[in-house]
């Protein structure tokens, strides 16, 4: 079984800053691309960012040069600062895994239990 644990979200003013975490923990053989992705009330959820074990990082228009996501393969865990923050980024905020577990050794993907952030004064 593979679980995540999501961390960091909050109620924040325009203009603030919050870092958000996601622990991967279970019998992980390898953990390929890890990410963020945020569902607005009444839309679809959309990509925030990815980032590959190697380190590649990929970002929506709409936060490119504000967030910036990064991990620790030591510690399976994903992390996504975001800076300078809009009432628009008001969503919650999914860690996503794709990964391979040892118990299947079959790649599939892992979603978190959310996150809730709040961009308002």
């Known amino acids: 079984q593979v679980q995540l644990v999501e961390s960091g979200g909050g109620l924040v003013k325009p203009g603030g800053s919050l870092r958000l975490s996601c622990a991967a923990s279970g019998s992980i053989f390898t953990i ?11 839309k679809q959820r959309e990509l925030v960012a ?3 074990r190697g380190g590649t990082t990929n970002y929506a228009d709409s936060v490119k040069g504000r ?3 990064s991990r620790d393969n030591a510690e399976n865990t ?16 999914y860690c996503n895994l794709d990964a391979m577990p040892v118990l299947t050794m079959l790649r599939q993907d892992y979603w978190g239990q959310g996150t809730q ?3 308002s004064s």
Not at 84 to 90: A, H, I, N, R, V
Request: net charge neutral; glycine share 6%.
């Open 32 to 42: 390929y691309v890890m990410g963020w992705y945020r569902q607005a009330p009444g």
């Open 78 to 93: 994903v992390y996504l600062q975001m800076n300078s923050l809009k009432p628009e980024d008001t969503a919650v905020y």
């Open 50 to 52: 990815t980032i590959t």
């Open 67 to 69: 967030f910036t996501i």
């Open 117 to 119: 952030v709040i961009v």
